[in-house]
């Protein structure tokens, strides 16, 4: 790869970053949500009562991040924290009356932002897009990247028809 192109790739990248970020603040906001929230409400949603450990994990956050994060959503009524009945060091958290819910506000507008995001697509098929971006993801990874690791990205098969 030549430096024009490697110019080109991370300024896209970068792009793809800063921009879907500002969108998932615009669209998290409000729900009274923070970008990065989303995520261990997501992962709560979808599996049930975890430990802060395992949310750090599936998150790709470092367990200081998760407490922080948990005690906020905690603050709002979102989730609630327990300790593990069977390790007294473990502390559980589940979400609460409230923050479920919240869940399908959430889910729609974390689908408004996929949608948003590939808007403008036309000639690449949505499942094809998601396979390049669990690549470059799992690129990063397997590069051994200063920056945390984050869990592996699953394959979801897309609802909607590809673009």
């Known amino acids: 790869m030549d430096f024009e192109q490697a110019a080109a790739m991370n300024t896209a990248i970068r792009s793809i970053g800063i921009r879907h970020r500002a969108?998932?603040?615009a669209l998290l906001a409000p729900l009274?949500?923070?970008t990065g929230q989303e995520v261990l409400l997501l992962?709560?949603?979808a599996k049930g009562p975890r430990s802060q450990a395992q949310l750090a994990v599936s998150s790709g956050c470092e367990p200081p991040t998760i407490t922080g994060s948990v005690r906020k959503l905690e603050?709002?009524?979102?989730v609630v924290r327990r300790p593990s009945p069977?390790?007294?060091r473990?502390?559980?958290?589940?979400?609460?009356d409230q923050g479920q819910t919240l869940m399908p506000r959430l889910k729609a507008a974390w689908q408004q932002l996929a949608e948003h995001t590939v808007a403008?697509?036309?000639s690449t098929p949505l499942d094809q897009l998601t396979d390049v971006l669990i690549e470059v993801a799992a690129s990063l990874?397997?590069?051994g990247s200063p920056a945390s690791e984050p869990a592996p990205l699953p394959r979801i098969s897309p609802t909607s028809s590809p673009r």
Do not use: N, P, R, Y
């Open 43 to 45: 992962e709560l949603d």
């Open 120 to 122: 403008g697509f036309t």
């Open 32 to 34: 009274g949500l923070h």
């Open 23 to 25: 969108l998932a603040d």
């Open 90 to 96: 473990v502390t559980i958290v589940e979400l609460s």
């Open 141 to 143: 990874t397997a590069t």
């Open 86 to 88: 069977t390790d007294g």
């Open 75 to 78: 603050t709002a009524g979102l």
